[in-house]
């Protein structure tokens, strides 16, 4: 293989690899609770739109012209939309009926905490689907980038690498949240 192929791609694995140093980053903490869940998941999606929108978007409608780039871009909305339809969404029980297994003496609380657990969880999953079909185009773009030249590739691999790092945060929160454990098999954290 062609020593530029080679360096294309493992300068796309690069850029798609950093995910996981955001990963790393929430699985070598201690376990969240959810104020704390709430933050960092805001921080991180804060990020990846304000990348979208004030970077991203503002540069497919200069290359591609504004039709076009709005089309691009609810099209994508749309297509997510569908992926996540066929997604069964956990609902909570209403709070009348909580209220009412806690004066009973049912565990009603730690029922309803099972329950955000299932839904934290589900962001986690839709959040993971959509980085993954949004990490795919941006290592095509890492590694085209490279074969046009090393330069080029490199810079292309950096940005898209300090942009996956709060993707990987924003993914492995929720899921580390709702199962609490390391690996979503059941091995517990051993720290």
Known sequence: ?????????????????????GALFVVLNEAPNLKI????????????????????????????????????????VIFFGIIANFI???TLAPSSDVRGKKKSGDEGGKDTLKKHRRQVLYSGIITAIGISLHNFPEGMAVFL???KGLRV???????IALHNIPEGVAVALPVYF??????SNGFSNPA
């Open 153 to 159: 590739g490199v810079n292309l691999a950096l940005a």
């Open 37 to 76: 869940l709430g933050l960092l998941q805001g921080f991180a999606a804060g990020l990846m739109l304000s990348i979208s929108f004030l970077d991203l978007a503002h540069n497919a409608i200069n290359s591609i012209g504004f039709l076009k780039g709005n089309l691009w871009f609810f099209g994508g």
């Open 88 to 90: 069964p969404e956990p």
């Open 178 to 183: 709702a199962t609490q454990s390391w690996w």
């Open 1 to 21: 293989m062609d020593s530029q192929v080679l360096m294309a791609l493992a300068l796309s694995l690069v850029g798609g690899l950093s995910t996981s140093i």
């Open 145 to 147: 980038g490279s074969m």
